[in-house]
């Protein structure tokens, strides 16, 4: 009986997800390259008020510069200590 159940309830939660699949990928994709841009504004030449806060954060984001830059259309790293082409 709980399997059956619980089939129905993965059933129906995959019925109320799947249209908003893509938007939710796509939401999450914008946070990202939100985060992504807040971190790098100093490398990009924007004043970052916030920047002690996310020097931690740089060795983890530097491994996805290569695929932000070219889903934001730009062939190279905007980067200049980062070469990733």
């Known amino acids: 009986m709980r399997s059956g159940l619980g089939a129905v309830g993965r059933g129906l939660t995959e ?3 799947a249209p908003y699949r ?6 999450r994709r914008d946070e990202e390259d939100l985060l992504r841009l807040v971190v790098l504004a100093e490398s990009l ?3 970052d008020p916030a920047r ?3 020097l931690e954060l740089l060795p983890v984001l530097y491994d996805d510069v290569h695929e932000w830059h070219r ?3 730009l062939d190279r790293s905007p980067l200049e200590h980062v070469s990733c082409c």
């Open 45 to 47: 030449g924007v004043p």
């Open 22 to 27: 893509r938007t939710f990928a796509r939401a």
């Open 52 to 54: 002690w806060y996310t």
């Open 71 to 73: 889903r934001v259309g």
């Open 15 to 17: 019925f109320y997800v």
